[in-house]
């Protein structure tokens, strides 16, 4: 069990000031057990953006700040932590903490439910038998398939082969297991090699490694299959424990969350969790995260119940969260720092990370809908949101 964090401090005089600011990050250090130079604003070496950018002129700078504490039942036990979050929201990373802070006391458990990266190389054939034919084939190949892909990775392997004729058209379903990284390039890369490999097999007229592209796009296939990391967080919140910190009772959650249900419905979207975006966007900049897999992760469901009790059972389902804790930007300058803040970093870090996302988004969409209940939210972003241009800036007076 983890040992239980402060509240995070905060000055009411000037919580943006030097001395704010420096003991918020000596507890982050301290909960890291090491120090955090680049989150101090020490220069990140150019070398070490080697493989991930091209042209370097250097680093953006967006302000990364600390929700929580996050208490939660994960895969590796309760964990408690301050979750790192990169954003020019003003009011966010509040709304965040107080959604965490219902949390606390209500059991709150995140597991990942599945794992595996989906590619879907497309294979054409003169028509509909000769593609009926070729989906025959990739069955018994599947060996072959997955010779190919050990060929290329020590830590990743194909796990699932699935042919979908379509006419003459065949949608080749590949499943990779990737470890603790999004391993889009190994897949990639692995799904290359099985497509030309059948294509020789089957005497296919044309192939394209991503013919049916589901990648950095909402999509009902990866809603419904899951891509990535397959996540679900739920708590059970005490009544009085709502009333407390949100000042809404569970059954203002449950209408509202009908309401929205039908605007969704409407909408037609893949998305039914209220501000996931948000969230991730601001973990991902923070961990150092292809924020394009955005667009997939935050696709999703909330669910809103009155328990028997009285109770509110909230729940949050991310069916495609695609992130990782080695490779691509995770271990460089404030991501590495900020995934060790999380305790998730490097090999073995990734299951928990996503259950941490997991947790974070239903904590997020707990007090955004909240506010909107209560009719706080437009006054909570004019008290914290007002980064605006002063008046020496428009050279004019305000009006």
């Given at each position: 069990m983890s040992v239980p964090l402060p509240p995070i401090p905060r000055r009411r005089d000037d919580d943006h000031g030097p001395d704010a600011v420096r003991e918020r990050i000596e507890l982050c250090e301290e909960v890291a057990g090491r120090p955090l130079p680049f989150l101090r604003g020490a220069t990140v070496p150019s070398a070490e953006a080697r493989g991930n950018?091209?042209?370097?002129?250097?680093?953006?700078?967006?302000?990364?700040?600390?929700?929580?504490?996050?208490?939660?039942?994960?895969?590796?036990?309760?964990?408690e932590v301050f979750v790192p979050m990169a954003t020019t929201e003003g009011a966010m990373i509040a709304s965040y903490s107080r959604g965490m802070k219902a949390l606390r006391g209500a059991s709150a458990r995140?597991?990942?439910?599945?794992?595996?990266?989906?590619?879907?190389?497309?294979?054409?054939?003169?028509?509909?038998?000769?593609?009926?034919?070729?989906?025959?084939?990739?069955?018994?190949?599947v060996p072959r398939m997955e010779e190919l892909t050990r060929s290329i990775t020590t830590h990743g392997r194909l796990v699932g082969v699935k042919p979908e004729p379509i006419?003459?058209?065949?949608?080749?379903?590949?499943?990779?297991?990737t470890g603790d990284a999004i391993g889009i390039n190994m897949a990639a890369h692995a799904a290359e090699l099985c497509s030309a490999h059948l294509a020789e097999c089957t005497g296919a007229t044309d192939r394209?490694?991503?013919?049916?592209?589901?990648?950095?796009?909402a999509n009902t296939r990866a809603s419904?299959?899951?891509?990535?990391?397959?996540?679900?967080?739920?708590?059970t919140i005490p009544r009085d424990e709502l009333e407390r910190v949100l000042r809404v009772t569970p059954e203002q959650l449950v209408a509202i969350h009908r309401t929205y249900s039908f605007g969704f419905a409407r909408l037609g979207t893949e998305n039914q969790l209220v501000q996931s975006a948000n969230g991730l966007a601001g973990v991902f900049v923070a961990c150092g995260q292809d924020v394009a897999y955005?667009?997939?992760?935050?696709?999703?469901?909330?669910?809103?119940?009155?328990?028997?009790?009285?109770?509110?059972?909230?729940?949050?389902?991310?069916?495609?969260?695609?992130?990782?804790?080695?490779?691509?930007?995770?271990a460089q300058g404030t991501a590495a720092e900020c995934l060790a803040l999380l305790g998730v970093a490097g090999t073995g870090g990734a299951n928990v990370f996503a259950e941490l996302i997991g947790a974070t988004v239903l904590a997020g969409d707990l007090s955004?809908?909240?506010s909107f209940c209560t009719h706080e939210f437009i006054a909570a972003h004019e008290?914290?949101?007002?980064?605006?241009?002063s008046t020496a800036a428009r050279g004019g007076d305000a009006t």
């Open positions: 950018v091209e042209n370097l002129i250097g680093y953006a700078q967006v302000p990364i700040g600390i929700a929580g504490p996050l208490r939660v039942d994960t895969s590796a036990g309760i964990r995140a597991r990942v439910l599945s794992e595996s990266l989906s590619q879907h190389p497309v294979l054409l054939y003169a028509n509909a038998e000769t593609c009926a034919r070729a989906a025959e084939i990739a069955r018994e190949q006419g003459r058209r065949l949608v080749l379903c590949l499943s990779f297991s394209y490694v991503h013919g049916e592209d589901v990648e950095k796009r419904i299959e899951g891509r990535g990391r397959t996540v679900v967080c739920d708590a955005v667009t997939e992760s935050a696709t999703g469901a909330l669910d809103f119940e009155v328990t028997p009790n009285g109770d509110c059972y909230a729940s949050a389902y991310l069916p495609s969260l695609l992130v990782g804790t080695v490779g691509g930007g995770s955004l809908l909240a008290r914290l949101g007002r980064n605006r241009p």
